[in-house]
């Protein structure tokens, strides 16, 4: 015991550094930056900067807010209606990852031991190709003279080219494909960690694998549909290069609107306002990831 | 229910998500090798957008700048994602250490977007106060490291916890200084783990578009930014070929990677089942 007793008083200075060194990254490049956003997003535009913004006319110093951006945020219907539209892509990705990726991870983890890596490393090789290239590809598959529009007019299943591209349908897909990996892989990892036997006593009680699959193997899995839904639904709320490249006009996506503030309109007041909202929505279901993943880590 | 069908369906589930996942990249290689100037028309093959691709100077020199970021934001991603992995896993206790959790996940799950704007604004006030960086290449830099940083300490930390905590408290009864267990028993170990979230931050740096965006300044635009630009416009063949060309180097990386790591493991289980076949003599 005095061994360790030294170690970790000689490890004070050197605890120091291993603490201090990612701290001072994190806070230099994660957590200030967040700040200025909510900082500019309550000053005016032509006042961004901070020295601005502190009023110093009565001998002391006092910050002057400026509610306008949230303002015209609320009066202005069409971000009310982008932000809703957001949640709903989100949404419905994360559903459709979920019902495509939960049988798969499940069929995953159910295969020969052997197989298991080869399988996770095909899921994991698209992942390491580049995710613009990939949307590009969809792109020359989707639009209407596109390879699968010419497949389908040389076999003669139709005449006319199906319109699949620069609507919800084409977002849909390209969010669907780009974020599936994001929720096979928890699911996978939680599903092959089960214990069989409490299926094998299922069984020997007399339970069917369809109840005991919906009554133990679900429940069980829990935390990877918790993880996976929100490693899915997070990040696509915010998405931007996929509803740029196949959405089109039609699709309100609030990634954009954020970037056409910043980058048409160079508003910086209104593109942080934006995003500090968009901060706001995401918050909860990041309170939820992180509360499972906690779980997790203690259930182990 | 009957299990041979059951077997069945799921044999052409796992083949249909497959299919879904490769379709595109399939599609890009092969039409890269098209002869004609319309992307989703076949005429024949040819190396055309090869010899088109070898040309465009645009193209390269932004290939040459991805590169170049890519390996200095992973080689940053991997110092500091280290730091963070080991304070979050060898200090339990310590003041906001659930501040640096949060903080360190937080580029993970944040969109883009809000990366690449927060940031960008950060820059530009340290611009107004100091009269430095300009953004470009460093500021870029800056953005992919942080990116990196987040991926590199799970991977790490995900090798840690795996660890044996055993080794270390050994070496240091054997008369080990903190320093020496580091460089002798824990470093080693860790190697493979280094190596993968070195590759993964890497190609999370030459795969990014929306953070340059932000943070890139005149003169200064990565492979992803010009592909962007040109695939928004419309459909273009030389993308196909830079696809093409991409999509064999990281194969091969990754086979190599996983190859090695492997290789690693086994030496090390064998090792390690030698040390305790001796120390039971």
Known sequence: ?300 | MNSASNKIFAKAWMAIVYLFLYLPIITLVVFSFNDSKLVTVWSHASFRWYAALAKDSDLISAVLLSLEIAGLSALMSVFFGTFTAFALNRYKRFHGRTLLTSMSSMPLVMPDVIVGLSLLLMIVSVQNWLGFPERGLFTILLGHALLGTAYAAVVVTSRLREMDSKLDEASMDLGCKPMQVFTLVTFPLLVPALVSAFLLTFTLSFDDVVLSSFLSGPGYSTMPMVIFSRARLGLNPTINAVATVTIAVVTIAVIASSFYTSQQERKRKREEAQAYSNSNK
């Open chain 1, 1 to 300: 015991m005095a061994k360790k007793q030294s170690f970790f008083t000689s490890l004070s200075a050197g605890r120091l550094v291993v603490i201090g060194v990612p701290y001072f990254w994190f806070l230099l490049l994660a957590a200030i930056p967040l700040l200025i956003v909510l900082k500019i997003s309550l000053s005016e535009m032509e006042s961004t900067s901070i020295s601005h913004m502190i009023d110093w006319s009565h001998g002391w110093p006092r910050l002057t807010l400026n509610f306008g951006s949230y303002q015209f945020l609320a009066t202005d219907s069409l971000y009310f209606k982008t932000y809703l539209s957001s949640i709903k892509y989100a949404a419905i990705t994360t559903l459709l990852c979920l019902v495509i990726g939960y049988p798969f991870a499940y069929y995953m983890a159910r295969s020969p031991k052997h197989m298991q890596p080869t399988l996770l490393m095909l899921i994991m090789l698209p992942f390491w190709t580049s995710f613009l290239l990939r949307i590009y590809a969809w792109k020359t598959l989707l639009v209407s003279n596109g390879v699968i529009n010419n497949i389908l007019i040389s076999l003669h299943v139709i005449d006319t080219p199906i319109e699949m591209m620069n609507n919800s349908f084409s977002l849909l897909l390209g969010m669907v494909y780009s974020y599936l990996p994001f929720m096979i892989l928890p699911l996978y990892a939680n599903l092959s960690k089960m214990d069989m036997r409490y299926l094998e006593a299922a069984a020997d009680l007399g339970t069917s694998p369809f109840k005991a699959f919906w009554l133990i193997t679900v429940p069980l899995s829990k935390a990877g549909i918790i993880a996976g839904s929100m490693l899915v639904f997070i990040p696509a709320v915010g998405e931007y290069v996929i509803p740029e490249l196949l959405g089109g006009s039609s699709t309100l996506m609030i990634g954009r609107v954020l970037w056409d503030e910043f980058f048409s309109n160079n508003d910086w007041p209104m593109a942080s306002a934006v995003a500090v909202v968009m901060i706001l929505l995401i918050l909860v279901p990041m309170g939820v990831y992180n509360k499972a993943q906690a779980e997790q880590m203690e259930g182990k």
